[in-house]
């Protein structure tokens, strides 16, 4: 594979995202997509910015998703996405790997569709209970 083509996957996959998101939801909030893409080609990274614009006009940040494309041992390529929302502590990962028949089209809606739902929800810590903590310490000391 030459890198012309890791070229074209990087814009091509954000090309995807970007289009459906819009299909999915084409006025969020009464406004519209605004976007922002950076891309290193000699790096394979990509990143776009996702705000909506509001019907006032002013820009409301959402988030981004960052695209890191690089080849496999067995020559294959994998892209991986991470999603982030602004004001999320966290970030999910998906990786994409090529593979005879893949649809990248359908690969770029499931990771446009996964960044629309929002960001996970915070994990709430789990409150011991005796019973528990004694279940534990009894399969520790076996």
């Not at 005879?100 to 629309?116: F, L, N, S, V």
């Not at 709430?124 to 076996?142: E, H, I, K, L, Y």
Request: with cysteine; net charge negative.
């Amino acid at each position: 594979m030459d890198a012309r083509f890791m070229h074209t996957r990087l814009i091509s996959i954000l090309t995807a995202i970007e289009a459906a998101l819009i299909a999915d939801d084409p006025s969020p909030d009464d406004g519209s997509w605004q976007t922002g893409r950076t891309v290193n080609y000699d790096a394979g990274l990509a990143r776009m910015t996702l705000a909506v614009k509001g019907a006032s006009g002013d820009l409301t940040p959402r988030g981004a998703i960052h695209i890191q494309g690089f080849r496999l041992s067995d020559e294959s390529t994998c892209l991986k996405a991470s999603l982030s929302w602004l004001g999320a502590g966290r970030t999910i990962e998906r990786s994409v790997y090529e593979k005879p028949g893949i649809d990248w089209t359908y690969e770029a809606r499931r990771i446009a569709a996964e960044w629309a739902g929002g960001p996970p929800a915070e994990q709430t810590a789990q409150t011991d209970t005796t019973d528990d903590a004694d279940d534990v310490r009894a399969v520790a000391n076996g």
